[in-house]
């Protein structure tokens, strides 16, 4: 079982910045992916940014030259640095680490983004 804990959420004004931290413990001794989604009312969950155990990464082309994500393998840890915020960047944002080799995923509790226009 993994465990997922997010910080860093909260209301910024648009071009602010913000930065989120995502902590795993439990079983993470795996091959895996951890990453950032991100929910806003009445819409879908969507993938924001993602990088795998060998630093690959991706990111949704809404935040792209905005958003970095970057992690700490020994520390099991994962955050979003989060600049150039706008109105449409506020949602609820879920940390998420999933396996590669099981394909099971792991969800945080989410921590609450709000960008003023």
């Known amino acids: 079982q993994v465990q997922l804990v997010e910080s860093g959420g909260g209301l910024v004004q648009a071009g602010g910045s913000l930065r989120l931290t995502c902590i795993a413990s439990?079983?993470?001794?795996?091959?895996?992916?951890m990453g950032w989604y991100r929910q806003a009312p009445g819409k879908q969950r969507q993938l924001v940014a993602q990088?795998?155990?060998?630093?690959?990464?991706d990111y949704a082309d809404s935040v792209k030259g905005r958003f970095t994500i970057s992690r700490d393998n020994a520390k099991n840890t994962v955050a979003l640095q989060m600049n150039s915020l706008k109105p449409e960047d506020t949602a609820v944002y879920y940390c998420?680490?999933?396996?590669?080799?099981?394909?099971?995923?792991?969800w945080g509790q989410g921590t609450q983004v709000t960008v003023s226009s």
């Open positions: 998420n680490l999933r396996n590669l080799v099981t394909s099971v995923a792991y």
């Open positions: 439990g079983n993470t001794f795996m091959v895996n992916v």
């Open positions: 990088m795998t155990s060998g630093d690959r990464t």
